[in-house]
Each structure stands twice: as structure tokens, then as C-alpha cells.
């Protein structure tokens, strides 16, 4: 499995800002960008990588480390060179792993409270697997997300949706030994993030992955089929490669979906190889993409 580190990620990912209250009730600001400026933009990028296709070029398969439609990328990733961390320092921040540490009922975010959550019940399940198909047994999966309304239950996500007393958004379970995970949770809802003028994120699941120590981690998100946001989206744009982006869009499986009780959906997770899923391998930038 790569070793990336990523320790900051659950409080520093694209949450929204502290908004002012009544802020739909404003005058615009006409010089904030609006969406039709950064989809200009990102058009404008993915016609420059399709013609650098045809004369030859390699597919990019991962994230480019600065995308300019994503304003904020030039900020979120190391300019300095790495420095060698004590493990021992890193595990006392790190989560349990292990399975008399992880209950089975973890993985079902739907019975965390007193009461049922609201929103639409889904069933996210899938294998983890290497770059020649074979599972990879005994890893430690964590996801978290916002509810249905929108909204993670975070002290900088202050933007005008209701939060659910009934879900945190936060589970975890370890895989099988044919590399299977599967949750039991709450569909989320898209949510504003100010990167430009009535910027919006589709609906999505970040997925936390470690390896054998607490140092080798990876992180991703898991979207939903058919999203209209996608084509909007920066941050699902900065894979510029059409194929490598459908990787992270889960399939609706009728076989998982159980009678009168839940949606399913299936997606592998892919660690290495050609087909590899993509991370948010921020420390090391496309130099990772070959550990």
C-alpha cells in the first residue's frame, strides 16, 4: 500500500466556511467569480489534456497537484521537503485498528443514536483491492460525511442547513478476507463551499484507508451516479482523465439493494496499479502515484 500521510484531512477537507447570517439575502458582489468563469476554465483545461492526448501524452490518472479552477490547491499541499515523523508520536493521534477494537455495528451509521436519521437509506459495499485484483484483507476503513441536509456536524460548516440529531456522519469497520467492506448509511446531500460564486459539491463519501501502520494511509471520495454537479465541480475536476474520474463514481447494484429497506451501491477501492482508485495524495503529489 503507498505511504502517504494525511493526518489533517478530517479537519482541513473543503468544509464550508463560518457564513454570515441572512448571506442569501445580500447584494452579490459582482466581481466574485462566477460558475460560468471556472467552468470556462476547466473546459479550457480538459481541452488542453485532450489535445495533448492525441500528440502523445500520458494519461494522468491522479489529481493534478495545482488545478487554478480549485483556487485553494496551491494551499493544500506541502511546499517544503518532508521530514521524517516519530511513528510512536503519530499512533498516540491515530485510530484504534484492530479487530477487537473495531465493532462490527460501526459500520452502520444509521443506529449510532436514540433515533432513526433522516434522509434517504443507502448501502455502500465494495472490496478493497490491489492492482492484480487480489483482496486486501484486515484494513482499516473509515468514512464521514455530510447528513442529507448538506451538513457535516463540524465547527466550520455554519452554512444554513439543519443539522440531524441523529447522525454524525462518522463510521468504520475492517475488511474481510476477500477484501469486502460495507456500510449502512444516510445518502448525503450536495453542500455550498465558496470556492467561487454559488459553488456547490456533489453528494459524496470520503473513504480513509490504512495499511499495516498508521503511516501508510490514503484517503479518497466515493461520488453517486449521475450527479449534475459533476461537470461543475473542481475538486472532482482536478482528475482530468474522463476514465480515471468514472473510478470514483460508485455503480446502484439492485442485488445489494434490500426490499423496502435500502439503496445499494457498489465500489472497489483499487490501491495500485494502472487502475488505481484516486487519492488525495497531497504529501507526495503525482511523484506518489508510482509507490
Known amino acids: 500500500m503507498p505511504q502517504h500521510t494525511n493526518a489533517q484531512q478530517l479537519d482541513t477537507d473543503e468544509l464550508v466556511p463560518a457564513a454570515e447570517p441572512h448571506a442569501g439575502h445580500l447584494p452579490l458582489d459582482r466581481a466574485v467569480e462566477t460558475q460560468a468563469d471556472l467552468s470556462a476554465e476547466i473546459n479550457a483545461l480538459g481541452d488542453a489534456y485532450a489535445r495533448a492526448l492525441k500528440d502523445g501524452a500520458a494519461v494522468e490518472t491522479q489529481p493534478r497537484l495545482d488545478y487554478p479552477p480549485y483556487r485553494s490547491s496551491i494551499l493544500r499541499h506541502p511546499t517544503?521537503?518532508?521530514?521524517?515523523?516519530?511513528?510512536?508520536?503519530?499512533?498516540?493521534?491515530?485510530?484504534?485498528?484492530?479487530?477487537?477494537?473495531?465493532?462490527?455495528?460501526?459500520?452502520?451509521?444509521?443506529?449510532?443514536?436514540?433515533?432513526?436519521?433522516?434522509?434517504?437509506?443507502?448501502?455502500?459495499?465494495?472490496?478493497?483491492l490491489d492492482g492484480d485484483g487480489r483482496?486486501?484483507?484486515?484494513?482499516?476503513?473509515?468514512?464521514?460525511?455530510?447528513?442529507?441536509?448538506?451538513?457535516?456536524?463540524?465547527?466550520?460548516?455554519?452554512?444554513?442547513?439543519?443539522?440531524?440529531?441523529?447522525?454524525?456522519?462518522?463510521?468504520?469497520?475492517?475488511?474481510?478476507?476477500?477484501?469486502?467492506?460495507?456500510?449502512?448509511?444516510?445518502?448525503?446531500?450536495?453542500?455550498?463551499?465558496?470556492?467561487?460564486?454559488?459553488?456547490?459539491?456533489?453528494?459524496?463519501?470520503?473513504?480513509s484507508m490504512f495499511g499495516t501502520e498508521f503511516t501508510q494511509r490514503i484517503i479518497t471520495q466515493m461520488y453517486f451516479p449521475g450527479d449534475q454537479l459533476f461537470p461543475?465541480?473542481?475538486?472532482?475536476?482536478?482528475?482530468?482523465?474522463?476514465?480515471?474520474?468514472?473510478?470514483?463514481?460508485?455503480?446502484?447494484?439492485?442485488?445489494l439493494t434490500e426490499p423496502e429497506w435500502a439503496l445499494g451501491y457498489n465500489w472497489d477501492i483499487i490501491l495500485t496499479g494502472p487502475k488505481r482508485t484516486w487519492t488525495e495524495n497531497e504529501a507526495l503529489g503525482a511523484e506518489g502515484d508510482e509507490d
Open 80 to 128: 517544503k521537503s518532508l521530514h521524517h515523523a516519530d511513528p510512536e508520536t503519530i499512533e498516540l493521534y491515530s485510530p484504534a485498528f484492530g479487530h477487537q477494537d473495531v465493532h462490527a455495528l460501526e459500520s452502520d451509521l444509521t443506529i449510532q443514536h436514540n433515533g432513526e436519521p433522516q434522509g434517504e437509506r443507502i448501502i455502500v459495499a465494495g472490496k478493497v
Open 135 to 207: 483482496p486486501v484483507a484486515g484494513q482499516l476503513v473509515e468514512i464521514w460525511q455530510a447528513n442529507a441536509a448538506g451538513r457535516y456536524i463540524h465547527k466550520r460548516d455554519q452554512h444554513p442547513a439543519p443539522l440531524d440529531p441523529n447522525f454524525t456522519g462518522i463510521g468504520r469497520c475492517i475488511t474481510g478476507p476477500d477484501g469486502s467492506y460495507r456500510f449502512t448509511t444516510i445518502k448525503p446531500g450536495a453542500y455550498p463551499w465558496k470556492n467561487h460564486l454559488n459553488a456547490w459539491r456533489p453528494a459524496h463519501i470520503h473513504f
Open 232 to 255: 461543475l465541480d473542481p475538486i472532482y475536476q482536478t482528475i482530468v482523465d474522463q476514465d480515471a474520474r468514472d473510478r470514483l463514481v460508485a455503480k446502484y447494484d439492485h442485488n
